[in-house]
C-alpha cells in the first residue's frame, strides 16, 4: 500500500477535479447550459443542484432520476 502511494495512486486515484469559471462559461456560450432548449435548462438544474447541494456519488446522482 505504501509503494502505491508513493507512485501517486493513493485511495483518491480517480477524485475529480474542481470545475474552473471558464469551463462554465463554456458550457453556456455552447448552449450546453442555460435556458436556450428544455434539455440545457435540464442539465443547468442538474449541474447546480450537484454542485451546490454537494452531491458526488454515483448513486446521489442516479437517486435525482
Given at each position: 500500500m505504501e509503494k502505491v502511494k508513493k507512485e501517486g495512486k493513493g485511495t483518491?486515484?480517480?477524485?475529480?477535479?474542481?470545475?474552473?469559471?471558464?469551463?462554465?462559461?463554456?458550457?453556456?456560450d455552447e448552449g450546453q447550459?442555460?435556458?436556450?432548449?428544455?434539455?440545457?435548462?435540464?442539465?443547468?438544474l442538474w449541474f447546480r443542484f450537484t454542485t451546490n447541494f454537494g452531491m458526488g456519488s454515483v448513486e446521489e446522482h442516479y437517486n435525482l432520476r
Open positions: 483518491k486515484a480517480n477524485a475529480a477535479q474542481p470545475i474552473e469559471q471558464h469551463e462554465i462559461q463554456k458550457l453556456y447550459l442555460g435556458n436556450g432548449s428544455p434539455q440545457a435548462i435540464i442539465n443547468s
